[in-house]
Each structure stands twice: as C-alpha cells, then as structure tokens.
C-alpha cells in the first residue's frame, strides 16, 4: 500500500518559510509586492483573484489587483506591465488566464521583467532554466519536484516518466527532472505505447487532464505516482467531484508514494507561487535599484 504525500501538509510548511522571510524583509524596510492582472472581469476570476489576495495576506504577501477592461488591447495589457515593470514597488506580476479570446498569452507573457515573472511563464525564464542558470521556475514543474523529493527518493540516474507534454505542466517538469540528472522520457498523445515507458519508471508523473488514463497496469511496484491532473466528473447521484488522471485507488496498491487529488499538486503549486513570489523579491532587492 502506497504511502501518501502530503502537499497540503508540505504547502504548510512553504508558507511558514515564505512568512517568516516575508517578515524579515518588512522589518528591513523591504515590502514583498504582488500585482495581479485581469482582463475582463468575470466572476471566476475575481474569485480566484480574492482567494489569492488572502493567500498572500497569509504570509504578509502585499496583493494587488489591476482589472482591465474585456475589449483591452494587447497594447493595453503590455502597456499596464511595462508600468509595473518600472514600478521599484512592485515586486512581482502576474498575468490571470485565461484571457479574452483576441488576445495571446506566451506574447504578453514574454512582456513581464523575468524577475517578476512570479510564475516563471516568461519564455525567458524556461530558457535560463535550460542553461541551468534558473531565476524563476514555473509552479506546477516546482511543485512536482517538491513532492517528489519529500519521498527521499535519490532523483539522479532515477528513470522518470513524464505523461502530459504540455507548455504550462509536462514539459517544464520534464525540464526540471533533467536538471535533477534523472533520465527522463516525455510521453504524450503520439506516444505508441504509453504502459510500455511508465510500467518501468521509478517516478510516473501523469499531466494530462484524462481521469481513469493511468491504472495499476501502467506502474511498477514501488513507484512514485505524481497526479497532476485536475478534472471534475459527474457521479450517479449527480453530483460532481475532482479527481485526477490516476485511478488512485488501483495504483495506491502497487506505488510507494503517491499524491491524492485534491490534496497533492494543487495546494503545492499555490504556495510554491508565494514562494516565488518571495523569490522575486530576494531577486530585486539584491541588485543596484538603478537596473530598474
Ligand atoms: P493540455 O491539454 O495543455 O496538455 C495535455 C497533454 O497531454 C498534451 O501534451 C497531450 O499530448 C497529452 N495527452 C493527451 N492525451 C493523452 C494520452 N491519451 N496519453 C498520453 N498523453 C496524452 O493540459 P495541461 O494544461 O498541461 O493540463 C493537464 C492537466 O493538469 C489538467 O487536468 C489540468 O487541469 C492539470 N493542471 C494542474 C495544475 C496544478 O497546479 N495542479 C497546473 C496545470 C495543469
């Protein structure tokens, strides 16, 4: 029976360290500043935005959002990020997705300093993690290797197995498990024979958005079973729950360690953004304030 991994529990313990670094710098004069941006504002995102304000409360993470309107042009939005780019005050900037259907994320991404790329989705930022000189890496991939590590495995030489090759989650995490000397296979929908490559992984981690993709045929015993996946589905009585893209209760059997869905990557991704956004911060204050 595998063991369970805990990410609230780890998430814990990362806002704890964000906090207590958070408040050093305060007591130095230094204010850990997040400005989020949303375009259009719909009900979700202002929610998502709210529980974020309270999140970096948490940590005495200063929260700011800017809301522009649905119609804003790429022109708009890139104009509002130079601002906070020069802006000494502001630490760390976010851009909410999704956004409106006329304008292009990886673009405006690109517009973000990487240094205040709080979610290291500036292509820059993958680039210097290719190079192996990391400033800020993306969440989820972090979070992934965050897990993976409280189990204690040794990750060099480990044979890890990537299910999902997307931008945002399979392949940055593919990135950062290479950088951890594992050997890595990167799986995806053009993959022959999926079972083949993850049947003989010491650490599977699946990124897909498929519940039920990944069963107790697919792993080996003893494996290290990440979910990434986030998907809700209807059950018989109608109502819906969130499960992941691992049949938890089939693969916990055979794996050592595995994440639940909710409860594993989820919360991890959330406080792994505090902790880059603290990061940022650190990045910032390090430099002759005449580079900004
Ligand atoms: P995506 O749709 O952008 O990418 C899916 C990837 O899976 C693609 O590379 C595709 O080739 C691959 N794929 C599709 N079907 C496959 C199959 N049958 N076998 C093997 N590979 C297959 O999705 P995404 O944005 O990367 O998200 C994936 C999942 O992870 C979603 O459920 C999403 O909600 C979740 N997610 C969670 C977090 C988090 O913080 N926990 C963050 C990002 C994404």
Known sequence: MAMMIDGAALARQIRELVKARTAELAANGRVVHLTAILVGSTGAGELYAQRQKETCAAVGINYELITLRADATAEDVAATIHRLNRDLSVTGIMLHLPLPEHLDAT???Y????????EGVNPANIGYVVYGHTLIAPCTALA???LIRSTGVTLRGAEAVVVGASEIAGKPIALLLTEEMATVTLCHIATRDLRAHTSRADIVVV???KPGLITGEHVRE???VID???NRVKQADGTSRTVGDVVFEDVERKAAHITPVPGGVGPMTVAILLRNTLRSAELLFSKPKDLY
């Open 107 to 109: 673009e405006l991404q």
């Open 111 to 118: 517009q973000i300093d990487p240094v205040k790329d709080v």
């Open 222 to 224: 003893g494996a290290i």
């Open 144 to 146: 992934v290797i965050e």
């Open 207 to 209: 990124a897909v958005g």
């Open 228 to 230: 990434v996946g986030i």
